[in-house]
């Protein structure tokens, strides 16, 4: 059947005029989807299996991890380190599961979710997939879900970080080498934060499994992620702000912008159970969220007042309590078109260390979600220019996806990230020539950017420009899927 959809969506695409806009196919709009998707594979802590890790001595990470005598172990990797942060982590985990409830067609079946087909092909290309009948977004998410589900023990104990910062960047080797080192290069067993008082992650978590709950068709998957929303959505309620991790994501960045958490939870946990308690608690939530402070910055992880309101107007018929704002466009038109320039959403970008690829990615996600909420189709022109730049369709014809090369593209070769160059010698350091294989090539990350150049910097160690993230690639794998 998946088949079936791309040959229907490939003939139907045939036959939409491009309006002047990317030189890019059908095909390579496929293959961007497929890269980016894929992507969380080479994020997975714990058993896996992580492609990225295949033909290194250690295929496996991180698998004691463990709170209070529970397994924790699992999940993704927030960025090119192997520390997992859940506040990054709950934010892009329902961003997907929730492009996968409302697109579900544009997401396809191309590979097995276990990779044991690459493995058999010795071909890493998408060329070397083979479909398993089930979509693959789906598998990348259950993997995450069932993460979630180990870290909401109760209403009372929550994990929400896995790992030390500084311990785990002294080393650049691999997440399965590392797992091998002392507790102070990054090694097991490993620090794990539970307890925190905290509203936003568990409650980021909860949303993202109560969509699980709805969309997933494995009933036993339907039963335990509904149950650990419930879990995670009560101890948000009973928590404030959101975890502090010292150096690495402040609890200030949120600039007291956690109630998103909550409302996303209680308002997905009504759309999964269609219980009236969640929507008047919903209810309670949204009408107190920070309206004002969140429309003035784009979506990220430490700002989902944007997308609380797509999503309040889109399932509630919600408007914005504050500000000058009376529905969602209007709010969205504020932070990216008013602020783009020909059509691409450039508020907030720039040089290095700005994450310019945030703007259009978080940006052509949110106007999708909202045109499929009311079925229109009046963004979809300035949601595929958005789209089409990240791919290399711009005057430098520079791709910020790590193998991203079609249409003559130039993509990034020095991403910000341990595992794509494979490296187990700890005596290796980040700029020492290291060269990924050949199959890691193709690690679908989105690099922050830069914007202002018309050329990748080519020095791993520059972080700023270089890395690559969960939160940064969930919005894309959405806006490609619409």
């Known amino acids: 059947n998946c088949r079936k959809v791309i040959v229907s969506a490939l003939s139907l695409m045939a036959f939409i005029p491009s309006?002047?806009?990317?030189?890019?196919?059908?095909?390579?709009?496929?293959?961007?989807?497929?890269?980016?998707?894929?992507?969380?594979?080479?994020?997975?802590?714990?058993?896996?299996?992580?492609?990225?890790?295949?033909?290194?001595?250690?295929?496996?990470?991180?698998?004691?991890?463990?709170?209070?005598?529970?397994?924790?172990?699992?999940?993704?990797?927030?960025?090119?380190?192997?520390?997992?942060?859940?506040?990054?982590?709950?934010?892009?985990?329902?961003?997907?599961?929730?492009?996968?409830?409302?697109?579900?067609?544009?997401?396809?079946?191309?590979?097995?979710g276990d990779y044991s087909d690459y493995k058999e092909s010795k071909d890493y290309t998408r060329k070397g997939g083979k479909p398993n009948e089930v979509r693959d977004l789906l598998e990348e998410l259950r993997y995450e879900a069932d993460f979630w589900v180990k870290a909401a023990i109760s209403s009372s104990a929550f994990v929400t970080v896995k790992g030390d910062g500084n311990a785990d960047h002294t080393k650049w080797v691999t997440a399965g080498k590392m797992s091998t080192l002392g507790q102070g290069e990054g090694g097991e067993p490993r620090y794990v934060k539970g307890d925190a008082n905290d509203g936003f992650t568990p409650g980021m978590a909860?949303?993202?499994?109560?969509?699980?709950?709805?969309?997933?068709?494995?009933?036993?998957?339907?039963?335990?992620?509904?149950?650990?929303?419930?879990?995670?959505?009560?101890?948000?309620?009973?928590?404030?702000?959101?975890?502090?991790?010292?150096?690495?994501?402040?609890?200030?960045?949120?600039?007291?912008?956690?109630?998103?958490?909550?409302?996303?939870?209680?308002?997905?946990?009504?759309?999964?159970?269609?219980?009236?308690?969640?929507?008047?608690?919903?209810?309670?939530?949204?009408?107190?969220?920070?309206?004002?402070?969140?429309?003035?910055?784009?979506?990220?992880?430490?700002?989902?007042?944007?997308?609380?309101?797509?999503?309040?107007?889109?399932?509630?018929?919600?408007?914005p309590s504050s500000g000058s704002f009376y529905d969602a466009e209007q709010f969205l038109d504020n932070i990216y078109k008013k602020k783009a320039k020909n059509d691409i959403f450039m508020g907030e970008t720039g040089g290095g260390g700005s994450f310019s690829v945030r703007s259009p990615a978080g940006g052509a996600f949110l106007y999708a979600l909202m045109s499929n909420f009311y079925g229109e189709t009046k963004f979809d022109d300035i949601i595929e220019k958005n789209v089409a730049y990240l791919l290399g369709d711009n005057s430098n014809k520079k791709s910020y996806v790590v193998g991203f090369t079609k249409n003559g593209a130039n993509?990034?070769?020095?991403?910000?990230?341990?595992?794509y160059y494979?490296?187990?010698?700890?005596?290796?350091?980040?700029?020492?020539?290291?060269?990924?294989?050949?199959?890691?090539?193709?690690?679908?990350?989105?690099?922050?950017?830069?914007?202002?150049?018309?050329?990748?910097?080519?020095?791993?160690?520059?972080?700023?420009?270089?890395?690559?993230?969960?939160?940064?690639?969930?919005?894309?794998?959405?806006?490609?899927?619409?």
């Open 411 to 419: 993509a990034p070769k020095s991403p910000h990230h341990r595992g």
């Open 206 to 319: 909860a949303a993202m499994l109560a969509v699980m709950a709805r969309v997933d068709p494995d009933e036993a998957n339907k039963k335990k992620y509904l149950e650990a929303a419930k879990t995670a959505y009560s101890y948000a309620k009973s928590h404030k702000g959101v975890t502090n991790s010292g150096g690495f994501y402040e609890s200030s960045w949120w600039d007291g912008r956690w109630k998103d958490g909550p409302f996303l939870a209680a308002l997905e946990l009504y759309r999964t159970t269609e219980d009236e308690k969640y929507k008047t608690e919903a209810d309670e939530w949204f009408f107190d969220l920070d309206f004002s402070s969140g429309s003035y910055t784009r979506l990220n992880y430490s700002n989902a007042v944007p997308l609380s309101v797509v999503m309040g107007e889109g399932v509630f018929h919600w408007a």
């Open 422 to 482: 494979g490296n187990e010698d700890t005596g290796r350091e980040v700029d020492s020539g290291l060269q990924p294989p050949e199959k890691n090539k193709l690690l679908g990350g989105l690099i922050a950017g830069d914007f202002n150049s018309g050329s990748h910097n080519g020095t791993v160690s520059a972080w700023n420009v270089n890395e690559v993230c969960v939160d940064m690639n969930a919005p894309l794998v959405g806006a490609l899927g619409y």
């Open 19 to 112: 309006a002047g806009l990317a030189a890019l196919s059908t095909d390579d709009y496929i293959e961007a989807a497929w890269m980016t998707t894929r992507f969380f594979g080479a994020q997975r802590s714990g058993e896996g299996p992580n492609w990225i890790l295949d033909g290194t001595n250690y295929t496996k990470s991180f698998t004691k991890d463990s709170y209070n005598g529970k397994d924790v172990s699992g999940g993704w990797f927030d960025c090119g380190d192997h520390v997992m942060y859940g506040q990054s982590q709950g934010y892009a985990s329902y961003i997907l599961a929730l492009s996968y409830a409302e697109f579900t067609k544009g997401f396809y079946d191309l590979y097995t």
